[in-house]
């Protein structure tokens, strides 16, 4: 057999794999894929060491309707009949599913379509909103769509790049081996560290900058006064193509007046600080790449559009080696996002605009289409406590472990009448709470796409075959769509 061309399914990084039978038959050997653009041939520890996860150990093979084995069929009718029961009884609302950025593009745009287009409700959320959610927002805030304005060469083309609460050298592994060769190959590549703790990146930072949890909006818009007071803006694109920007700036003013305030704030060094700034100011091709340090945040949307005004105000965006830069956690956190997996938004980056409603709804031809949106996650799971949400499908994650105030999951599930959960694994701390259990596919043994960070889409192809009953999501949610009767 010779090798599968795949994608890896840990991290948003989306690197190219391939897979292949090892040579005593005994296996499979992953190995980086040196023409994909994500990683050329680079891997990680984490998916160098896929080939000794693809074992049954754990799995769970076949559907289960309260602990007990069941068909295909018997479980198919009870989620279908059980959500009607619900919805006809209590409408469209008092149902949900929550999903993953695990899930193929494929798979999260049948669950949202099911939800939305038919079901009539936008109670569909998603892990990547622990995540996601706060680079959502900040880009749609800044530039009206979700729209993530580099790619991984941005990274090498850049003379300097600032990282804000990424540890990159753990979380994105194969991006920390690009920055790497990149600072090896270009002496005056500089990299800035901006993280609470000293981790492993900081190894190859030329500066850190340890700053007080919270107070990252002091210091970006700190930097936007510094950049107003040097006269380094670039005054035609603000003219050109922003607005408010004058606002922004009085803000910046007002809470950011002096590098000695923004030290004593952020709790910072002076010099340090200048020397961020300075080199921000002279370094025309700068990117600032962000991860969860910035989202997972009370104040991460405001911490995200402080990072992007300061690349606005010098016109440093949509050019090679320039931006600002999210780095997304899971390896479909984006193609979820592209095909509307937030209950904020309905399909293909849209809101819930009338026109857009009205759009989306002739697509599908549906009567039906949510014109609102709906719970999301922390909601959600309050609303299931509260009896509102009767009806949950879980698809491939494990909110009773993910969700913050877990305890408090654990407890809405176990009172809600219906609770299905799709998945891989048997036996976790969610499917434990759950009347039906439906066993899905796992990477390996399905074939769609994935959106990676920079949004370059890659397949993840099937070299094994589905062990059980297991199933593809997206042949699940199908499939109790039929027996709902929108087939």
Known sequence: MSAVRTTCPYCGVGCGLLAARAADGGGHEIRGDPEHPANFGRVCSKGAALGETLGLEGRLLHPEIHGARASWDEALDVVAQGFARTIEAHGPDSVAFYVSGQLLTEDYYVANKLMKGFIGSANIDTN????????VAGYRRAFGSDSVPNDYTDLEQAELIVLVGSNLAWCHPVLFQRVTAAKAANPKL??????????????????????????????????????????????????????????????????????????????LKEDDVLDLYRWFARTPKTVTAFSQGVNQSTSGTDKVNAIVNVHLATGRIGKPGMGPFSLTGQPNAMGGREVGGLANQLAAHMDFAAGNVDRVARFWGSARTAAKPGLKAVDLFEAVERGV???????????????????????????????????????????????????????????????????????????????????????????????????
Not at 197 to 223: K, S, W, Y
Not at 404 to 428: F, I, K, M, W
Not at 476 to 487: L, S
């Open 190 to 267: 500089k990299l800035v560290l901006i993280d609470p703790r000293r981790t492993q990146t900081a190894e190859i930072a030329d500066l850190f900058l340890p700053v007080r949890p919270g107070t990252d909006v002091i210091l970006f818009n700190g930097l936007l006064n510094y950049l107003r007071k040097e006269d380094t803006l670039d005054l035609e694109f603000l003219d050109a193509h922003t607005e408010g920007f004058g606002a922004a700036l009085r803000c910046a003013k007002d809470s950011a007046a002096s590098i000695p305030a923004v030290a004593a704030a952020c709790g």
């Open 389 to 487: 949400v009767k009806a949950i499908w879980i698809m491939s994650t494990n909110p009773v472990v993910s969700m913050p105030d877990a305890e408090r999951v654990r407890r809405a599930l176990q009172g809600c009448e219906l609770v299905v959960v799709s998945d891989c694994v048997r036996d976790t701390d969610t499917t434990r709470c759950a009347h039906v259990l439906l066993p899905a596919a796992a990477w390996g043994e399905k074939s769609g796409t994935v959106t990676n960070s920079e949004r370059r889409i890659s397949r993840q192809r099937t070299f094994l075959s589905a062990p059980g009953e297991a199933r593809p999501d997206w042949w699940i949610v199908t499939q109790v769509a039929r027996r709902m009767g929108f087939g």
């Open 128 to 135: 990547s909103r622990l995540c996601m959610a706060s680079a």
